[in-house]
């Protein structure tokens, strides 16, 4: 295959050059907290601005042009006169504007210190990527793109920074924070805004933010940062990114108002995340408790765990005018005042998605993967095998050993300790993560429950526990480990794609199976990353990398398995199993008990009931199907593909079910069906 060739000089993933790390906490476990919070704290900052007054921006943003001519156009609209608006702009603007003091940056300083040392081994950070953001933050306005897999986060990032002597960011947190009385405030005043979660068509709403963020990032402040992918992954899967905000940040530059933007993407990687149980049972249905200040104080015992080490990466800062070399003609918003909003045209909305695509990639790749991850999956699979003993503990660091290598070959970021035996590297994984496993007789398996009416709760009798909470109960460890081997998945999703193609394909004939990868590829593109519009170049990523590994071979005319591929070729349908099962479960629900009022808000409460007397029954082997996650993503694959429609009634929108087509997808699904030719690409 020609192109593999041009693939391998490009992006083998052998080749890729990351920076070291250096623990961070090392220092705070040898000096004072107090004299490290007092410190002198002198950041650099874009062109050697002034730093400025939270009330000086406050006053620029109700003064911009942008906002004048929103609030003429919304008084013409509505009838209210111009006065009122100016004042509810300014109500809204002190609802939602960070006021930093660095008074509170030193009390975090000094109370995050204690706390991390606490729950935490190190806190690992590149340096070079330190060393490149410092001097982004000079030459251009910066962003900071983190991953977002848990609370911690934006107070890491900001811990971070100030460790460094970085200009503080400002943070774009949901209203939520705002409920939680004494800690809003504070958050606020370390840096963070705080905005709605959706404030669809009210106009004076969305000028208010964009003219803020905007107010900031061009007079470079401070550098702005978000979550691309707009709330926390509970799943620790990427999510499809949200555009709102990029399209706000990337605006000053293709309106000529800067020379540039930098956009930093950032990895955080935790070997144990601190909401696991939490995650898991809101996945359930199992009701969350709300942001509480006294929630925080109850999350004490919290303080008494090990959570292992944390690794942060700064990753390349990415030039918003190289990316959009070639791809934007910027003269058309010459066009109109700059003040006059205007919804981003086809090419503009195309161009941002595409970048947001790219950095949530860029964030993949600097995750540090620990080897719990790769145990994880391999207990999660061996448990779907249905083998109820568990597995042996020297089998298990045997294929942890074959899985470790195979990841690497496939690039992976992995934090192996080469310093330590194979065994001892998974013991010591096993006993950070003990809580999801049991050791018992030499053989380990994920600890869910196995008899019948075993207590789904400690102290329980076992009278008290029907079949389902039984279930929900192994559920809750099972999505556990799964957010676990969600970490891998992005390494693996493409070759698992081929893989899984390659099993569903009615033939080994090269084109067979790229109708079958294109098919797969584009139901799952609600539940993986992968960027729109090249399914080609991952089909040919993915014939690479097993090719390279000795799996595959691949002619002209044919994708032929090897002898010694098919290990790999069996963990990677392993994989996908759990996401194929349940989208095909979601599909046969809406073909067997959907009802004509079927509505979005009944529809997971209603697959989950469809689910646990399905797996009860013996019909289902994966008890992670019950994620609300999975059941959403199947159904937004399946009204992309028109399959379900939304119906505005008179109350309430209903779901319509072409249950025809949700029928010859689920067969398609599990390979009873040919992919329909028609719908694919050439190769």
């Known amino acids: 295959m020609a192109s593999s060739a041009v693939y391998s000089q490009h992006r083998d993933p052998m080749l890729k050059k990351r920076d070291d790390f250096e623990d961070i906490l090392e220092e705070r476990r040898n000096s004072s907290d107090l004299r490290y919070a007092l410190r002198c704290y002198t950041p650099v900052l874009y062109k050697g601005v002034t730093p400025c007054k939270s009330s000086e921006l406050k006053s620029m943003v109700l003064q911009s042009d942008q906002l ?375 053989k380990v398996q994920l600890a869910v429950e196995q008899e019948a009416g075993g207590p789904a709760v400690p102290g329980e009798p076992h009278s008290a526990v029907s079949p389902e909470e039984q279930l929900l109960s192994q559920a809750v460890v099972v999505l556990s480990c799964a957010s676990y081997r969600n970490q891998v998945l992005h390494l693996f999703v493409r070759p698992a794609l081929l893989a899984s193609a390659i099993h569903t394909a009615s033939s080994n004939h090269k084109q067979e199976v790229f109708n079958s990868f294109s098919f797969l590829r584009n139901m799952f593109s609600n539940e993986f990353i992968l960027c729109p519009g090249a399914t080609v170049q991952d089909f040919e990523e993915a014939c690479f990398l097993l090719e390279k590994t000795g799996a595959l071979q691949v002619t002209e005319q044919e994708v032929l398995v090897t002898e010694r591929g098919q290990r790999t070729m069996t963990f990677l349908t392993s994989l996908l199993d759990p996401f194929l099962q349940g989208y095909q479960v979601v599909c046969r629900f809406l073909c067997e008990e959907a009802t004509e009022n079927l509505t979005e808000k009944q529809f997971v409460p209603d697959v989950r009931k469809f689910i646990i007397k399905q797996i009860l029954a013996g019909r289902l082997r994966h008890a992670e199907v019950l994620s609300a996650d999975l059941q959403k993503n199947s159904l937004a694959a399946l009204q992309r593909l028109g399959a379900v429609r939304k119906i505005k009634g008179v109350d309430q929108e209903t779901l319509k079910v072409n249950k025809v087509m949700v029928n010859s997808l689920e067969d398609t699904l599990g390979g009873k069906l040919p992919t329909q030719k028609a719908a694919v690409a050439r190769l």
Not at 97 to 121: G, W
Not at 357 to 375: D, F, H, I, S
């Open 68 to 442: 004048h001519y929103v609030i003429n156009q919304v008084s013409k609209e509505t009838g209210q006169p111009t006065d009122d608006l100016q004042d509810e702009a300014s109500a809204i603007l002190d609802e939602m504007a960070q006021s930093l003091q660095l008074s509170t940056v030193r009390f975090f300083a000094f109370t995050l210190s204690k706390v991390f040392k606490t729950l935490f081994r190190s806190i690992c950070v590149n340096e070079e990527g330190i060393q490149r953001l410092q001097q982004a933050i000079q030459e251009h306005p910066v962003v900071l793109l983190p991953s977002h897999r848990s609370y911690m986060d934006f107070l890491l990032m900001s811990y971070i920074l100030y460790t460094y002597d970085l200009a503080l960011p400002v943070i774009a947190a949901g209203m939520d924070f705002m409920g939680m009385k004494f800690v809003g405030e504070m958050l606020r005043m370390s840096g963070a805004f705080f905005i709605r979660r959706s404030f669809g068509g009210d106009k004076l709403y969305w000028a208010l933010f964009s003219e803020y963020v905007k107010t900031m990032l061009k007079n470079g402040f401070a550098p702005v940062e978000f979550f691309l992918e707009g709330t926390r992954s509970r799943t620790s899967k990427s999510l499809t990114p949200k555009l709102g905000l990029l399209n706000i940040v990337m605006d000053p530059f293709l309106k000529g108002e800067v020379f540039d933007v930098n956009v930093v993407p950032v990895s955080i990687s935790y070997e144990r995340i601190l909401e696991e149980t939490l995650y898991a049972r809101e996945l359930l249905g199992i009701p969350k408790p709300k942001e509480s200040t006294s929630g925080l104080f109850k999350a004490r015992k919290v303080l008494s765990e090990d959570y292992g080490s944390i690794h942060v990466y700064f990753g390349q800062p990415v030039s918003v005018r190289s990316l959009a070399e070639g791809r934007v003609n910027r003269r058309q918003f010459n066009l109109v005042p700059r003040h006059i909003p205007r919804r981003p045209g086809q090419d503009i909305h195309s161009f941002v998605n595409d970048s947001a695509y790219k950095l949530v990639r860029a964030q993949e790749e600097n995750m540090v993967l620990k080897p719990w991850v790769l145990l994880a999956s391999l207990l999660l699979q061996n448990q779907a095998e249905g083998q109820q003993q568990g597995i042996a503990l020297d089998e298990l660091t045997v294929q942890a050993v074959w899985l470790r290598d195979l990841a690497r070959q496939y690039g992976a970021f992995l934090h192996w300790p080469d310093h330590m035996s194979p065994s001892e590297v998974v013991s010591s994984s096993l006993s950070l993560h003990r809580g999801l496993v049991r050791i018992s007789e030499g």
